[in-house]
Structure formats: structure tokens, C-alpha cells
């Protein structure tokens, strides 16, 4: 019998104009490198006996997974609002470089990014990331209290940029 797990919480449907055009040219890529995936499954599958041949279930299980990919891409991108602006730049909103300091007097910079973009850049945070949602809204000179791993930590908005 398998686990049943819930399904998971839906991101937020939100991406920066520079995270979308990432997407959009591994899009691209996807398509060009399917082609010739297929081309290579074509030639395999000319040589004969389809059960033993290694390249030939090698670049089916490729082309799988591309096509998985690609789909996901078609299914997700026509749902994301790209986030071009914010017309109050001294607060923290969506696409914010963050700044913050916590009591050691250590700094991080962080990104609030969407979902589909947060593994790019190991700054990024998504969102939807308890850390993101305790400084959406904050000014500089703003505290929030991060709890982590059952430990409070005071952290200290001291810097607020947005890309160009």
C-alpha cells in the first residue's frame, strides 16, 4: 500500500520580467535539444531489435523527460504575472533585494523571486518562504522576529534596492 501525502500548498503565481525570460529560453532550448533527441531515437530505432538496444531506450527515457518539462513549462508560464514595477520602493515588496542584519551584526542580502526562479541564485528566496513573508511590507530600520528550527533570531531590515 502506498503513502498518501497531500498534495502541495500552490505557489505564488508571481515571476520577475528577468526570471520569465529565463524560462522562455529554456523553452527554447528544450524544443531544439527534443529535435535532436528525436532524430538520435529515429536512428536507433533503425538499427534493429528495440528490446536490447541501450541508445534506443537511453534517448526515450531523454525525450521523456523533456516532454515532462515542456509540458510543465506550457502548463505554468501562461499562469505567472510578471512583476515589472513597484511604485513604493522604501517598503519591501516582490522582486526587493533585501538587506538585513541579525543581532551578531551579520549581514545578508536576500531576493524575494517567485517560485519558478528561486534556485537560480542561492540569494533568492521565494515568496512564499516564512522568511520573505515576515519582511513583506517592512521599511528599513524595521525588526522581525525569524523563528528557526525553534530558535528566535531578531533580524534588522537595513537596506532596500530594486533592479532597474
Avoid at 522562455?24 to 538520435?40: F, G, I, M, P, Y
Wanted: negative net charge; without cysteine.
Amino acid at each position: 500500500m502506498g503513502r498518501w501525502r497531500p498534495p502541495a500548498p500552490k505557489s505564488a503565481p508571481y515571476i520577475t520580467a528577468e526570471g520569465y525570460k529565463k524560462l522562455e529560453q529554456e523553452t527554447a532550448d528544450l524544443w531544439s535539444k527534443r529535435n535532436e533527441v528525436a532524430k538520435a531515437v529515429t536512428a536507433a530505432a533503425a538499427e534493429g531489435d528495440r528490446s536490447e538496444n541501450a541508445e534506443y531506450i537511453y534517448r526515450k527515457k531523454q525525450l521523456r523527460e523533456i516532454d515532462s518539462r515542456l509540458g510543465y513549462l506550457q502548463r505554468r508560464m501562461p499562469k505567472l504575472t510578471i512583476v515589472r514595477e513597484v511604485q513604493d520602493k522604501t517598503r519591501v515588496f516582490f522582486g526587493a533585494w533585501i538587506t538585513i542584519e541579525d543581532e551578531e551584526g551579520n549581514e545578508k542580502r536576500h531576493r524575494i523571486v517567485g517560485a519558478d526562479e528561486f534556485d537560480d541564485h542561492e540569494q533568492y528566496i521565494t515568496v512564499d518562504s516564512p522568511l520573505a513573508k515576515l519582511l513583506l511590507g517592512k521599511t528599513i530600520d524595521d525588526e522581525v522576529i525569524f523563528e528557526r528550527m525553534g530558535v528566535e533570531q531578531m533580524l534588522y531590515v537595513i537596506r532596500i534596492e530594486y533592479d532597474d
